[in-house]
Structure formats: structure tokens, C-alpha cells
């Protein structure tokens, strides 16, 4: 038996139907929907994705995800494109809404856009004064480039005045002996 130099009927149907409903349709169902018999479908839906027996249909079934692909490929500029589009589209139809979020979505599956989600835990009530001011200054350190630089001045309040007569009595306890 030689090498056969073009796929037949049956084994291009089942290559297209194989890629067009991938993940709709499993490799046996497509074998039987190419005309293949049902009793041997599992086997010959296996063999026909190897490329040791099958190269032809291999190679097919890879030329046929790259037209896909190609066909449904976002670039950014594509996506900008078709964002402008949907813009004038939904402006004349007053029902922009759906269609700016579809393009979105578009755009996010293709990781144009990141969703970054932070959770942090704990209270600013729970922190110490100098704790507080420590962050302040790391959190004015790290967006030096986006924060405008503002003079101020510190302002004593009279809680601050009750405070250091509360810690100035705590510490005159703590050092008289008992």
C-alpha cells in the first residue's frame, strides 16, 4: 500500500466537521457524522488524528484551525476598529450599551484589557498612629509620578493634646515603683 496523495471525501468531512465543532462535538461523533461506521468510529476518529497514518488529514485539519484562527483573530487594531464601527452603529440605533460591552468582552478575551482584583484585609481603625503615617508616606512614595506635590502643614487637634496627656500619665505609672 503507498502513500496516498489526497484525502478523500469522507476523510475531509471529518475534518472540517472535527474543527468547526470543536468542543461541541467529540472526535467520534464527527467520524460518524463523515460517514464512518459507528462501531468503528472511536478507532478511526484516533487514526485519522495521527500523523504517522494520516498525515494529510493532519496537516488538513491544521490548515483548517489557522483559517479559523486568522478569521476571528482580534489585533488592536482590529478591536479599535470595530469598537468605532459599533460607536456610529449604536449612536444612529440609540442601543450602544450591548454592543460596547460585547466589543469589551472581545477585547478582553484577547488580553487587551487586565482585570486586576485586590483583596486586602484589615482596617485603617486598626493601625497605629505611626503605622498610619508609615503607609501614607509608602503609599505618596509609590505614586510620586501621579500625586501632585501640595504643601501642608501638621495640625494638633485637642484629641492629640488628650492623647499625650493619657501617654505621659500611662508612663508615670509604669515608672513609679509600687
Not at 495521527?50 to 486568522?70: A, D, H, S, T
Not at 476571528?72 to 450591548?98: D, P, V
Not at 460591552?101 to 487586565?114: F, L, Q, S, T, W
Request: charged share 40%.
Amino acid at each position: 500500500m503507498g502513500l496516498v496523495k489526497r484525502l478523500t471525501d469522507m476523510q475531509k468531512r471529518f475534518a472540517e466537521l472535527y474543527v468547526y465543532n470543536e468542543g461541541r462535538k467529540t472526535p467520534r461523533e464527527c467520524a460518524i457524522e463523515a460517514g464512518y461506521d459507528e462501531d468503528s468510529s472511536h478507532v478511526r476518529a484516533s487514526e485519522l488524528r495521527n500523523p504517522k497514518k494520516f498525515p494529510l488529514v493532519v496537516k488538513y485539519i491544521g490548515e483548517l484551525r489557522e483559517e479559523v484562527q486568522k478569521k476571528y483573530e482580534i489585533t488592536f487594531e482590529k478591536h479599535i476598529t470595530e469598537l468605532a464601527k459599533l460607536r456610529e452603529e449604536s449612536r444612529a440605533k440609540g442601543a450602544w450599551s450591548a454592543a460596547i460591552n460585547a466589543e469589551v468582552a472581545r477585547g478582553k478575551a484577547a488580553g487587551i484589557y487586565i482585570d486586576q482584583k485586590i483583596i486586602k484585609h484589615g482596617k485603617l481603625d486598626d493601625l497605629t498612629e505611626k503605622e498610619l503615617e508609615l503607609r501614607m508616606k509608602q503609599i505618596l512614595d509609590d505614586h510620586k509620578g501621579i500625586i501632585i506635590d501640595a504643601k501642608y502643614d501638621l495640625v494638633e487637634t485637642k484629641n492629640d493634646e488628650k492623647m499625650n496627656s493619657i501617654e505621659n500619665t500611662q508612663a508615670d505609672k509604669d515608672t513609679k515603683p509600687s
